[in-house]
């Protein structure tokens, strides 16, 4: 059957669009886990090519045909390769893509010392523009935040609250996830728990109120531990703490490349 490609005819305004693809796919993938090798979990992923002037639209149908990150461990080289045929089937110049997932590690309480699962929201953003591959991986880490001020002018106590730490690197080899959480952690008053007994809890407190920071010391804190790191060419640290006394977040960022990766 000779059906119409309705796509490749001629658009009514004549632009360039620089992203045009899908969103919302759900798909089981593979990570690697530092303690337990593999890793099973569910993406979200987006893909999207630029689309030329003279091009009415795009394939949607070859976005999916082309997703086979899940057969095997996702890796640099896998959304690479997936990028490539991205743009070799629809003849792309620049091809994008997106996946967002949970990723969960072993935490133990402190003093009780028991088990539980942590779970991290992590992207993995790719992009390769003519032969230019570029792969950002985005971390973001729930911790708690004690302000030092509360501390200093209070008498017997000071506010804490929940913050996230959302870490984003460009780098060329493979970073492990968890290395990133344990920076973000450590740089916090505390890490949180999904499990604490009493004893934990008491730990807890006890060691926020003599660990206190302003989002300023956690991000300062994380940009020179990762200024410190090979592998990473440049990155952007957000520190949001959802302050418990005030009806608004406190919020700092810190953005740094590498000397040798400028223009």
């Not at 796919?25 to 002037?53: F, G, Y």
């Not at 953003?125 to 209070?154: A, H």
């Not at 410190?228 to 960022?253: D, L, P």
Request: a positive charge.
């Amino acid at each position: 059957m000779n059906l119409k490609d309705v796509q490749n005819g001629k658009p009514r305004f004549e632009e360039k669009i620089d992203k045009v693809g899908v969103k919302g796919i759900n798909i089981p993938i593979k990570i690697r886990d530092r303690t337990n090798n593999i890793q099973n979990t569910v993406a979200k992923v987006e893909m999207s090519v630029c689309l030329p002037h003279y091009q009415r639209g795009t394939h949607m149908s070859r976005f999916t045909e082309t997703l086979h990150i899940s057969r095997n461990v996702l890796s640099l080289d896998s959304i690479k390769t997936t990028l490539a045929k991205l743009k070799e089937v629809l003849k792309a110049d620049t091809a994008y893509i997106k996946i967002s997932f949970p990723y969960f590690i072993e935490k133990v309480s402190p003093v009780s010392k028991l088990k539980s699962l942590m779970n991290y929201d992590i992207k993995f953003v790719g992009n390769l523009n003519n032969k230019r591959f570029t792969f950002i991986l985005i971390v973001r880490v729930p911790i708690m935040t004690l302000c030092p001020c509360s501390k200093e002018i209070s008498e017997k106590n000071a506010h804490n609250q929940r913050a996230y730490a959302t870490i984003e690197i460009e780098t060329n080899s493979f970073v492990w996830i968890e290395d990133i959480v344990v920076i973000a952690e450590n740089a916090a008053s505390s890490p949180i728990y999904t499990i604490l007994k009493r004893s934990d809890e008491k730990y807890v407190t006890e060691h926020s109120y003599e660990n206190p920071k302003f989002v300023e010391d956690v991000v300062r804190e994380i940009s020179d531990k990762l200024k410190k790191q090979q592998k990473v060419k440049r990155f952007k640290v957000e520190v949001e703490s959802i302050e418990s006394i005030h009806n608004h977040s406190a919020y700092a960022m810190i953005e740094y490349e590498k000397k040798s990766n400028r223009n």
